[in-house]
């Protein structure tokens, strides 16, 4: 038995030490009807808060739905707070909704995401439990962010933001994934724009096209980030991956150009999910679920060191 007794004792003390690391208290909150999240914080008082948004889709506090479960949000939260942050991160209120099955659910338009993170940022302003508060947005969340920010926030910072409106980005989307039904696209989406509905697409273009999604759409059309961004009045991050696949380089540069004084990082190997993706598409997309893939240090250390300068 004494054989054992070493790598025992080593083993307790390094669980020990992991547990050590922990620095920061956990809480569940309940900020309106719909929004539920999850608030960081870190040992220290009267920290900066940051309030993560999330992208599009039915998309939890952590990063995942039901087709994604990679906990990106919940990593990059976990480091922002070990590095002296306070952080709340928000179910998105179609996740309630999906899990309570809400008959109102196919009724959500792009403007309560709007309704839902004033709803949040008012509520921990009157708290006033923070020094500062700090709006990340990511991918749809980034628009959502810029849209609130303004008069609210500390700072702001984009991941993985569009630069150009959404009908603009889902054609260029639409033209390399699948050649040829772009132009069905722009004419669906012009239709849309001028008139408010349109049955002029292609039946596969439903998903984003469909009667029920179209008065969604159309909000969210309405809104061009570049014009938004130079809103701003704030510190403003722009940041990018190189292997994002689903929010081009060529987006964060538009959002540069509107903003010239905004800070501007582009990290090598970073999907969409804040991932590192050294090898092909395959591994990209295998990441998407894979929950135990920890999210780029570089990410944390940039976004933190902006918020805490």
């Not at 190997?269 to 679920?289: T, V, W």
Request: net charge neutral; aromatic share 8%.
């Amino acid at each position: 038995m004494k054989k054992f007794l070493f790598p025992l004792l080593v083993l307790f003390v390094f669980s020990n030490a992991l547990a050590q690391e922990k620095k920061y208290t956990e809480k569940e909150l309940s900020v309106s009807k719909y929004i539920d999240g999850t608030l960081l914080l870190p040992s220290t008082e009267n920290p900066k808060l940051v309030i993560i948004i999330a992208g599009s889709g039915p998309t939890d506090r952590n990063g995942n739905s039901s087709m994604s479960r990679n906990n990106s949000l919940k990593f990059l939260a976990e480091g922002l707070v070990n590095n002296g942050l306070a952080v709340f991160r928000y179910d998105k209120r179609s996740v309630k909704m999906l899990k309570n099955r809400d008959p109102n659910m196919a009724n959500i338009q792009f403007n309560d995401f709007i309704t839902d993170a004033e709803e949040v940022i008012n509520y921990f302003k009157r708290s006033e439990q923070f020094s500062e508060i700090h709006v990340v947005g990511h991918s749809q969340g980034s628009l959502i962010g810029m849209l609130i920010a303004k008069g609210s926030a500390s700072s702001f910072t984009s991941l993985a933001g569009t630069g150009q409106p959404i009908d603009d980005v889902i054609i260029t989307q639409i033209a390399i994934q699948q050649p040829g039904l772009d132009k069905s696209a722009a004419t669906a989406f012009k239709e849309l724009r001028e008139r408010g509905s349109t049955t002029n697409y292609d039946p596969a273009l439903a998903s984003i096209l469909g009667p029920q999604i179209q008065p969604f759409m159309l909000q969210w059309m309405q809104f061009n980030p570049a014009e938004e961004i130079k809103k701003l009045d704030i510190p403003v991050l722009i940041i990018n991956g190189t292997k994002d696949l689903q929010t081009k380089e060529t987006e964060a540069a538009l959002l540069k150009e509107a903003k010239p004084d905004a800070l501007y990082k582009i990290i090598e190997n970073m999907n969409h999910l804040f991932k590192k993706i050294e090898g092909n598409d395959l591994e990209n997309q295998k990441s998407y679920g894979d929950p135990n893939l920890p999210v780029m240090p570089e990410l944390i250390e940039t976004i933190s060191s902006f918020i805490k300068n």
